[in-house]
Protein backbone atom coordinates (compact mmCIF):
# COMPACT_ATOMS: atom_id res chain seq x y z
CA UNK A 1 0.00 0.00 0.00
CA UNK A 2 0.98 3.80 -0.71
CA UNK A 3 -0.39 6.75 1.49
CA UNK A 4 0.96 9.89 0.15
CA UNK A 5 1.46 12.13 3.35
CA UNK A 6 1.28 16.45 2.92
CA UNK A 7 3.73 18.26 5.49
CA UNK A 8 4.35 22.03 5.48
CA UNK A 9 0.82 24.02 5.72
CA UNK A 10 0.10 26.39 8.76
CA UNK A 11 -1.25 30.12 9.26
CA UNK A 12 0.63 32.97 6.68
CA UNK A 13 0.31 36.36 6.16
CA UNK A 14 -0.91 37.79 3.18
CA UNK A 15 2.58 38.09 1.07
CA UNK A 16 3.98 35.44 2.74
CA UNK A 17 6.02 31.77 1.94
CA UNK A 18 5.12 28.30 2.63
CA UNK A 19 6.68 25.09 0.98
CA UNK A 20 4.51 21.84 0.86
CA UNK A 21 5.89 18.40 0.96
CA UNK A 22 4.50 15.18 -0.05
CA UNK A 23 6.48 11.88 0.20
CA UNK A 24 5.01 8.24 0.04
CA UNK A 25 5.17 5.68 2.84
CA UNK A 26 6.25 3.30 -0.08
CA UNK A 27 7.90 3.13 -3.94
CA UNK A 28 5.42 3.72 -6.60
CA UNK A 29 6.59 2.16 -10.06
CA UNK A 30 4.63 3.17 -12.67
CA UNK A 31 4.09 7.33 -11.99
CA UNK A 32 3.06 9.70 -14.82
CA UNK A 33 1.89 12.43 -12.49
CA UNK A 34 2.61 14.24 -9.70
CA UNK A 35 0.50 17.32 -8.18
CA UNK A 36 -1.30 19.43 -5.71
CA UNK A 37 -5.03 19.93 -5.79
CA UNK A 38 -6.98 22.40 -3.00
CA UNK A 39 -10.26 22.99 -2.08
CA UNK A 40 -11.62 26.42 -0.05
CA UNK A 41 -14.48 25.86 1.52
CA UNK A 42 -17.98 25.29 -0.04
CA UNK A 43 -15.98 25.50 -3.60
CA UNK A 44 -14.82 21.91 -5.21
CA UNK A 45 -11.34 20.84 -5.22
CA UNK A 46 -9.50 22.40 -7.88
CA UNK A 47 -6.03 21.82 -9.75
CA UNK A 48 -3.28 23.81 -8.45
CA UNK A 49 -0.41 22.35 -10.27
CA UNK A 50 0.91 19.14 -11.60
CA UNK A 51 4.40 18.10 -13.01
CA UNK A 52 5.13 14.99 -15.16
CA UNK A 53 7.54 12.11 -14.99
CA UNK A 54 9.74 13.87 -17.63
CA UNK A 55 9.60 17.09 -15.85
CA UNK A 56 6.72 19.28 -17.58
CA UNK A 57 4.56 21.04 -15.24
CA UNK A 58 1.22 22.85 -15.65
CA UNK A 59 -0.31 25.30 -13.26
CA UNK A 60 -3.38 27.19 -12.67
CA UNK A 61 -4.03 30.33 -13.85
CA UNK A 62 -4.34 31.76 -10.35
CA UNK A 63 -1.23 29.96 -8.96
CA UNK A 64 1.33 31.15 -11.90
CA UNK A 65 4.60 33.32 -11.50
CA UNK A 66 3.51 32.55 -7.47
CA UNK A 67 3.86 28.76 -7.10
CA UNK A 68 6.53 26.27 -8.19
CA UNK A 69 6.10 22.79 -8.19
CA UNK A 70 9.02 20.43 -8.57
CA UNK A 71 9.64 16.64 -7.39
CA UNK A 72 12.42 14.53 -5.91
CA UNK A 73 14.90 12.70 -7.39
CA UNK A 74 13.87 9.39 -6.41
CA UNK A 75 9.91 10.20 -7.78
CA UNK A 76 8.07 9.41 -4.80
CA UNK A 77 8.38 13.18 -3.42
CA UNK A 78 6.89 16.50 -4.44
CA UNK A 79 7.20 19.88 -3.26
CA UNK A 80 5.01 22.61 -4.01
CA UNK A 81 6.89 26.17 -2.58
CA UNK A 82 4.16 28.87 -2.45
CA UNK A 83 4.99 32.45 -2.58
CA UNK A 84 3.05 35.61 -2.24
CA UNK A 85 0.63 34.41 -0.85
CA UNK A 86 -2.85 35.75 -0.80
CA UNK A 87 -6.08 35.09 1.09
CA UNK A 88 -8.14 33.56 -1.67
CA UNK A 89 -5.50 30.84 -1.82
CA UNK A 90 -6.41 29.31 1.42
CA UNK A 91 -7.48 25.58 1.39
CA UNK A 92 -7.01 22.28 2.16
CA UNK A 93 -3.96 21.16 -0.15
CA UNK A 94 -4.18 17.97 -1.54
CA UNK A 95 -1.28 15.98 -2.76
CA UNK A 96 -1.88 13.11 -5.47
CA UNK A 97 -0.19 10.64 -7.72
CA UNK A 98 -1.16 9.49 -10.94
CA UNK A 99 -0.17 6.38 -12.46
CA UNK A 100 0.10 5.35 -15.62
CA UNK A 101 -2.81 3.30 -15.64
CA UNK A 102 -4.69 6.25 -14.16
CA UNK A 103 -4.49 4.86 -10.64
CA UNK A 104 -5.04 7.94 -8.17
CA UNK A 105 -2.75 7.96 -4.43
CA UNK A 106 -4.10 11.17 -2.75
CA UNK A 107 -3.02 11.91 0.87
CA UNK A 108 -5.19 13.18 3.42
CA UNK A 109 -4.38 17.40 3.26
CA UNK A 110 -2.81 20.04 4.58
CA UNK A 111 -4.57 23.07 5.90
CA UNK A 112 -3.45 26.24 4.46
CA UNK A 113 -4.52 29.59 5.90
CA UNK A 114 -4.24 33.05 4.55
CA UNK A 115 -4.21 36.02 6.42
CA UNK A 116 -5.19 39.64 5.20
Known amino acids: QVQPVESGGGLVQAGGSLRLSCATSGRIFSIRTMGWFRQAPGKQRELVATITIDGSTNYADSVKDRFTISMGSARNTVYLQMNSLKPEDTGVYYC??????????WGQGTQVTVSS
Open 96 to 105: NIRTRLISDY
